[in-house]
């Protein structure tokens, strides 16, 4: 099997893939135009931020595993892995920690005016006067929209900085919200309402796209800072970039829209004229604490599929078909008799829709149950009970 890498992962887990007889492809600098040229015959392709995109899928005819070194997967063509019968995995919780240092980093730094004083003092100039003027940030409000695991490690941190925290998750519970001893609030808007700094810790998806939108960023008092490092689209960016234009917000942000998608080169935003806005190269992951952990993982996900056909952390299975019919068959176990159930579901046009078959302690028998799109026939259910050799039992229930 072959294991195509097409971003940098640290050594030792190449090495780890080797290890598992892999023969692995290493391309650390490859560009989404290259994968879209497809990946040869790859069976597996590791990725961080490079886009895997439609033409990738289709031009890769081994491909059945994509793995995201990471936890968001809005740079994976999802439709068209699951269209094409691919799994897609991704490492979640690995990098949180790294990525609540940086959104800590980015309020301590627009605080201070951190990067305009290295700036400065590299430029040859000392502006002592300007940068004496920082607020200080303890007993100033800390809004957390989002409250999974990198948002509780923001929460932590910020509250060890004299920073009480309002909160907003679809998920946020008031036992949740106790434990934390944070604030809840009824929605985003109360939330921008009240604090000084409002961070993002959501995913990217047509829930969240532009939930933080122009009515919540007005929402925010003068001065207010806006944190995202999470992903671009859940922010209203046009409304966000006249805000900063105007003065009256500050910026702490590690993703933006248009992004480059190469790892370097020069480019241009049209945030790179604003003085209050802090821009970071989407590296809220990239710690060698946090990359090691999140690249174990994808290791991890890898042996699994290979030693055990499982693939933890898979992403786009089906929730809960739509099968109205469940048959479960006891069986002993040996071979052809999931078969000849099979053939008996075909001769009756009924589609299988999901398979799972266990087997007991000693290896002798087994049950498999089949989610059904139709009803079998009394007959048929007979057909197979008959078969004693092979069926201990064959029921069959609806699903409610």
């Not at 009256?248 to 942000?253: D, I, N, S, V």
């Not at 020069?266 to 806005?277: A, G, Y």
Request: glycine share 6%; net charge negative; proline share 3%.
């Amino acid at each position: 099997m072959r294991v195509y890498i097409a971003d940098k992962l640290p050594d030792e887990a190449v090495s780890q893939l080797s290890k598992l007889k892999l023969d692995v492809v290493s391309n650390p600098k490859a560009t989404s135009a290259e994968l879209d040229t497809g990946i040869g015959q790859a069976q597996v392709l590791i990725v961080r931020s490079t886009v895997v995109s439609e033409n990738c899928i289709k031009n890769s005819p081994e491909l059945s595993l994509i793995i995201r070194a990471g936890a968001g997967v809005n740079n994976i063509d999802m439709d068209a892995a699951s269209s094409m019968g691919i799994y897609v995995a991704n490492c979640p919780g690995q990098n949180s920690i790294a990525v609540a240092e940086l959104a800590m980093g980015l309020i301590l730094s627009l605080d201070r005016f951190i990067a305009d004083n290295v700036s400065d003092f590299r430029a040859g100039k000392w502006n002592k006067s300007v940068y004496s003027k920082a607020d200080g940030i303890y007993g100033k409000v800390l809004g957390v929209i989002g409250t999974g695991q990198i948002g509780r490690e923001l929460i932590k941190r910020a509250q060890a900085f004299g920073m009480p925290v309002v909160a907003w998750s679809r998920s946020l519970t008031e036992e949740l919200a106790e434990k934390l001893d944070i604030e809840p609030a009824g929605s985003i808007k109360e939330v921008a309402e009240v604090c000084d700094v409002l961070s993002i810790h959501l995913a990217q998806n047509e829930q969240t796209k532009g939930i933080i939108s122009k009515e919540v960023l007005a929402s925010l008092k003068d001065g207010a800072m806006v944190i995202n490092t999470s992903r671009a689209g859940v922010i209203d960016e046009d409304a966000l970039f006249q805000e900063l234009k105007a003065g009256r917000l500050r910026a702490g942000l590690d993703v933006f829209s248009n992004e480059p998608e190469f790892k370097e080169g020069e480019f241009s935003s049209r945030f790179q004229d604003i003085k209050n806005v802090y821009i970071t190269h989407h590296t809220g992951a990239s710690t060698t604490q946090a990359q090691s952990a999140v690249a174990n993982d994808a290791v991890d996900i890898v042996r699994g599929y290979v030693q055990e056909g499982r693939v933890r952390n898979w992403i786009n299975r089906c929730d809960q078909t739509e099968a109205p019919w469940q048959l479960v068959v006891r069986h002993y176990d040996k071979p052809g008799v999931i078969a000849n159930v099979m053939t008996e579901l075909k001769k009756a046009d009924i589609n299988a829709q999901e398979l799972t078959n266990v087997i007991f302690d000693g290896k002798r028998t087994a049950c498999c149950t089949i989610q059904l799109a139709s009803k079998p026939s009394d007959e048929m259910m007979e057909s197979i009970r008959t078969r004693q050799d092979e069926v201990i039992s064959a029921t069959l229930l609806p699903r409610t």
